[in-house]
């Protein structure tokens, strides 16, 4: 299936005067099978519309909620560019995707949009869509020597771009393993410098405690009594670190969900993952001053002013 379309932002007003900026989409009926889409409320773009350039559209869950509200806006009007259309469907939410949102947009038909809105004769985009993804590689290419023979152009200097669901999925690879890469290093510096701090903590304790640890050792405590609880001391407060950084990461995580309109969500895996860290590294961290403890000779310890 084959589905041309040309897309641009405007400004959207509702009859109760409600207003939204949102991508509108002048499409066929094919829209509906190729972008996997479909309404749950009336009815999407049909020929009849495309032939008289009917003024309809089919409009978005976020674009019906920012313009109605709980109304509902079935036979309801919008004016788009000072043209005004009348609501025939709403589509399905699907929700956003990075910093796409694919629920705030309008649909209207093709030759509405290039003959009444916009005034162009070109087109944004068309996408394809294959029964079978073996296929796509010949498609591709079947469209590639088409467009050229249609914008007299050779393949090998093209003045268009042809994207497939692989390079796309490659791409976001890509830059998510970079993303993770960067993150990782920026994440393992960070608990480097927050060890050392925890280590030179637990070493200035241990300075300020002489006394205390040379008097336990005097009243029979052993070496690994005194490495327990220096080492137990520097995990509960890596610990902490982790409470506390887990919560602020839920709350940067609930207010990038709410304002920025990116989907997150902190499971349970992370959580525990992030506890084990913070112990591991106050063991990591919290033992060489544990182990200076412990070696402490009692009476110089005593002597300690």
Not at 156 to 165: A, K, Y
Not at 202 to 230: P, Y
């Amino acid at each position: 299936a084959v589905s041309p379309e040309y897309q641009q932002r405007f400004q959207i007003v509702s009859t109760v005067g409600n207003n939204t900026n949102s991508l509108v989409i002048g499409a066929v009926p094919a829209y509906e099978t190729v972008r996997n889409v479909s309404v749950g409320v009336g009815s999407f773009i049909t020929e009849q519309h495309l032939r008289s350039m009917g003024r309809v559209a089919v409009v978005g869950a976020t674009v019906a909620s920012d313009l109605f509200g709980e109304e509902e806006p079935l036979g309801k009007t919008i004016r788009v560019n000072r043209v005004i259309f009348k609501v025939i469907g709403v589509m399905e939410a699907k929700g956003s995707s990075g910093f796409f949102n694919a629920d705030d947009m309008v649909i209207v038909p093709l030759s509405t949009m290039q003959k009444i809105l916009s005034g162009a004769e070109h087109l944004s985009l068309i996408a394809v869509s294959v029964l079978n993804k073996d296929e796509m590689p010949l498609v591709q290419s079947e469209a590639s020597s088409l467009l050229a023979a249609r914008h007299r152009v050779t393949i090998d200097n093209p003045d268009f771009s042809i994207v497939s669901q692989a390079d796309i999925v490659g791409a976001l690879t890509q830059v998510t393993d970079t993303f993770t890469i960067f993150l990782a290093s920026i994440a393992g510096i960070s608990l480097l410098v927050g060890g050392i701090g925890i280590m030179n903590m637990m070493l200035t304790t241990v300075t300020e405690r002489t006394r205390e640890i040379g008097l336990r050792k005097a009243l029979g405590a052993k070496n690994r009594d005194i490495s327990a609880q220096f080492l137990a001391e520097a995990i509960v407060l890596t610990v902490i670190g982790g409470v506390v950084g887990v919560i602020l990461g839920w709350l940067i995580s609930k207010t990038v969900s709410q304002f920025a309109g990116i989907a997150t969500e902190v499971s349970l895996g992370a959580v525990l993952l992030a506890f084990g860290v913070s112990a591991g590294i106050g063991i990591v961290f919290g033992y060489y001053p544990a182990r200076r403890a412990s070696r402490l000779n009692p009476i110089e310890a005593l002597r300690y002013e």
